[in-house]
């Protein structure tokens, strides 16, 4: 368990923070001049270049700070990288579910009405399992342990989805 214990501060943080942190700044409408959509055909009007300007710096700071204070790691361009990685990674993720869903006439933050259990899956685990790949390649994580990774990150993602549903946050589950 302690060779995951750095993942936690590397990974799941970042990610955590920065997916936080941005749904703060969409949910108060911050930064507007750069809340444009990437492209309304292909991803409909959620995916934003603001997302892909704020996230991965949040990411990056916050994989360097975390590592930087609790792990006492040097490595702070690194660490910042990876952060920053991860960022994209994320974002990107999410880009090829949006597109099939604009396909099929989905709207933003809904669900196929035959096929809403599995859509769930794919909306919570889509930038989760290329934000993992990511990592994969650029760490020294293991297959099992990046499997590891995946199954935790995605529990509490599922959670913190509620959670911010609950808190009026986020709109939708």
Request: glycine share 6%.
């Amino acid at each position: 368990m302690e060779k995951f214990i750095p993942h936690i501060y590397t990974f799941i943080l970042p990610l955590f923070l920065g997916n936080l942190i941005h749904m703060f700044i969409v949910k108060g409408n911050y930064l507007q001049n750069i809340a444009k959509p990437l492209s309304i055909a292909l991803f409909g009007s959620g995916k934003t270049y603001r997302a892909f300007i704020v996230m991965p710096p949040i990411c990056g700071i916050s994989s360097l700070v975390l590592r930087s204070l609790i792990l006492h790691d040097p490595g702070y361009f690194w660490s910042f990288s990876v952060g920053f990685s991860l960022g994209i990674a994320y974002l990107i993720g999410e880009l090829p579910n949006s597109f099939v869903k604009r396909r099929l006439g989905i709207q933003p933050g809904q669900h196929h009405s035959r096929y809403k259990f599995a859509q769930y899956i794919v909306d919570k685990s889509d930038s989760l399992i290329i934000s993992c790949l990511v990592y994969f390649f650029i760490s020294d994580i293991s297959a099992g342990t990046t499997l590891i990774l995946f199954a935790v990150s995605f529990v509490i993602h599922i959670f913190f989805s509620w959670l911010l549903v609950q808190i009026r946050i986020k709109k939708s589950f």
